[in-house]
């Protein structure tokens, strides 16, 4: 049975000519895909007008409100105080976008008492993945 935690996070979008002051965004981890975190934006906040969504591993986002982390299109790292820079590359450019760590230390604890840390593997359903898998293959 699939749970869901979503929770909103204004995020600072780093630009030298900003649209907007701050960038709406929703944090967003389903049990069903244990191990992935998505950040989606609403279709007013990109550049294409159209709702983008990014996702990346849950560790990466714990382990980045402490120190940098990540090497792909995805890199979080501490910031000051009380924020946490999120690098989100793409062919288009780069995205850099400041969040509280307050928020995003929330939302991970949020998803540890639905996932303890560790225990994600048994939240998968091999079987059913395995049965799409190859019911796709033939």
Request: glycine fraction near 6%; charged fraction near 25%; charge should be negative.
């Amino acid at each position: 049975m699939s749970t869901v935690i979503e929770q909103a996070v204004r995020a600072r979008l780093v630009a030298p000519a900003p649209r907007m002051d701050t960038v709406p965004a929703t944090l967003r981890y389903d049990s069903e895909d244990p191990f992935a975190v998505r950040m989606a934006f609403p279709a007013p906040a990109t550049l294409e007008g159209v709702e983008a969504v990014w996702a990346f591993g849950r560790e990466l986002l714990a382990d980045g409100v402490d120190q940098p982390a990540g090497l792909g299109d995805v890199r979080v790292a501490p910031f000051g105080y009380d924020r946490t820079v999120v690098e989100l590359h793409a062919p288009e450019g780069v995205a850099v976008l400041h969040v509280r760590t307050a928020e995003l230390r929330r939302f991970l604890r949020r998803t540890r008492h639905l996932v303890p840390a560790g225990d994600e593997h048994r939240f998968l359903d091999l079987e059913h993945d395995l049965h799409q898998l190859l019911r796709d293959a033939c």
